[in-house]
């Protein structure tokens, strides 16, 4: 069971809420990889091999990434989902964004905004506003998931030695 997830990164920097995100993952497998997509990034994929928890980072670096939008990562994603039976992305505006258009393309459904995981197919989530709490089983073979960094802790930016894999779109 192999977990993708997808960093949220500056080009310069990795966005805090994902290294949440990859703690979130941890909780579903240990076979994590982090996919680093942007322009001149090879800084941010060094940064994300050291990230404990992470495997193996996939980096994809492209001018037309330089100011990444959902419509031009998507389909980079759903090429890579054929590997993985967990996608995760913070619930960020970029995760809000990104993963209902994976999830579209896949014909699958999102899980949003995960606050807890229970195991690799159950996940709690808030609903009616934050004033619910929605336990969600997935019975689907992948599983697109939002996680909300504030419910987890980050991991350590440090401490790990993942591959780091190039490939171009």
Do not use: W
């Amino acid at each position: 069971m192999s977990i993708l997830v997808v960093a949220e990164n500056s080009n310069t920097e990795i966005k805090s809420s994902t290294l949440n995100t990859i703690n979130a993952a941890s909780k579903i497998g240990d076979d994590i990889h982090l996919v680093v997509i942007g322009n001149q990034c090879e800084e941010v994929a060094i940064k994300a091999a050291l990230i404990k928890k992470v495997i193996k980072v996939i980096h994809i670096d492209d001018l037309q990434y330089e100011n990444i939008i959902a419509e031009s990562i998507a389909p980079i994603i759903v090429n890579l989902s054929e590997a993985y039976t967990h996608i995760l992305a913070p619930a960020s505006t970029f995760g809000k964004n990104l993963m209902p258009r994976v999830a579209a393309l896949l014909d699958l459904s999102q899980i949003s905004d995960v606050i807890r995981i229970e195991s690799e197919d159950i996940f709690v989530r808030p609903i009616y506003a934050g004033n619910a709490f929605a336990t969600v089983q997935s019975t689907e073979s992948k599983k697109i998931i939002t996680i909300r960094p504030t419910s987890f802790d980050p991991t350590y930016s440090e401490g790990g030695n993942a591959n780091i894999e190039k490939i171009s779109f």
